[in-house]
């Protein structure tokens, strides 16, 4: 499985859209794994995307 490369603003948009819509309407809709989207939930959850972007540049 490739690893995704993915841009903060679309994460934090597939998360909202997550809590909107449910999982499994979000990602069939992105061709992403529930499971991606369900760690991206608890670990980007209520973050703007320069809060994901300052987060990944400290890991």
């Given at each position: ?45 209520g ?13």
């Amino acid at each position: 499985m490739k690893k995704c490369q993915d841009t903060e603003e679309l994460i934090v948009k597939i998360v909202r859209e997550s809590h909107a819509y449910g999982v499994l309407e979000t990602s069939k809709k992105y061709n992403i794994s529930e499971n991606t989207i369900c760690i991206w939930r608890r670990k980007y959850g209520g973050m703007e995307p320069n809060q994901v972007s300052e987060m990944k540049s400290l890991a």
